[in-house]
């Protein structure tokens, strides 16, 4: 069994590194509370024994040698940026369990025929600069340097962010795994909703992570005196937009399996007393069925273009990012499932509607996830909570799954 005990302090030591007043946690990717998080990180591979480096990309690597040395890897991590004011255990438990695996397996003297490698992929949140999974995009070696150009709400890019990180955006290439390099990656998560409470489970094993879709949408109208401008001439761009949301709930609504989110909004110039010019809010959008997903997001450009014509106010949609919804493996999901019969879990299977960096990996290697129980389901929220217990539980059935894959 891991040591549960070190797991559990580690995460409440690195869950002190971002803190809020709040209670709750902003650690961006490429600020100095992610640089302080990622060398506490790596100071605990180091206890593991592990040979630590860092990618092209910055995503943070501790090795432990296999018998054949250059048998293909078996992946396992996380990431440890987190979106703003979030909780301590989305993404923190998937890389501290995977060193907790590793530690344990050096403290047996446990040898195992792939080398394995913990990996703390760089902005999988993509909180800042609002395009995420860029450690796990260039590992696939499916990001390119154009792709660098998304800014954070200061104005600095993806590239100058990096740069300043000590990285070199004109060779984030070199962090491309060659095909056949990777034997399977496995990713230790929160669910982060109600699934597993709901059914009284610990852990479950994940059977697809649902697509996603970022869009920014900007509403222009006319800024003009709020007093003095009689409301059947106004070109109000924030009425407009309220409408727009509501058709986003209605469309995601409509097929009971998609969700729809706006999470960001903003209003220029932001006047008391001021009809906006303008609005920008965003859309986030999901579905474990990217035809389903799809269809809703032309559903809902095609009311937001009416809305726009009959307010006479311009409406802009721009696409962010678009990422398909993926399968996990057969491969990994029958070693998680065997490591939950081993440690006498029920073997229970979810889909995930949080998208992670597996979808990144997906076409290079098999690729799995394993679920720990969140309280109330509530994630991205300084209440995000799972037990000590189910955390070790979570790691024990890592700890058989990476086992069993590194072994033969
Ligand atoms: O947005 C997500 O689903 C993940 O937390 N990055
Ligand atoms: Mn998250
Ligand atoms: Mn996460
Ligand atoms: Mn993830």
Known sequence: MINGDRLWNRLLELGTIGKQPSGGITRLSFTKEER????????????????????????????????????????????IDSVYNGGMFDGPLGVLAAVEVLQTMNERGVKTKHPIEVVAFTDEEGARFSYGMIGSRG??????????????????????????????????????????????????????????????????????????????????????????????????????????????????KKTGTTVGTVGQMQVFPGGINIIPERVEFSLDLRDLDAAVRDSVFLSIIERAKQIGNERNVDVAVELLQKM??????????????????????????LPSGASHDGVQLAGLCPIGMIFVRSKDGVSHSPEEWSSKEDCAAGANVLYHTVLSLAMT
């Open 324 to 349: 398909p919804p993926v399968l996990c493996s057969e491969l990994v999901q029958n070693a998680a499932k065997e490591a939950c019969r081993q440690l006498g879990f029920d073997v229970f299977t």
């Open 139 to 252: 590992m696939a070696g499916t990001l390119s340097e154009e792709e660098l150009v998304h800014q954070d709400k200061y104005g600095i890019s993806l590239a100058a962010a990096m740069e300043e990180a000590g990285l070199d955006p004109g060779k984030i290439g070199k962090a491309a795994r060659r095909k056949g390099s990777v034997k399977a990656y496995v990713e230790l998560h929160i669910e982060q909703g109600r699934v597993l409470e709901q059914a009284n489970l610990p852990v479950g094993i994940v059977t697809g992570i649902a697509g996603l879709i970022w869009a920014k949408l900007t509403v222009k109208g006319k800024a003009e005196h709020a007093g003095a401008t009689p409301m059947p001439i106004r070109r109000d761009p924030l009425v407009a937009a309220a409408q727009i949301i509501q058709v986003i709930e209605q469309e995601a």
């Open 36 to 79: 302080a998080a990622k060398e506490k990180v790596a100071s605990y591979m180091k206890e593991a024994g592990l040979a630590v480096y860092e990618d092209a990309v910055g995503n943070l690597i501790g090795r432990k040698e296999g018998k054949e040395k250059d048998a293909p890897a078996v992946l396992v991590g996380s990431h």
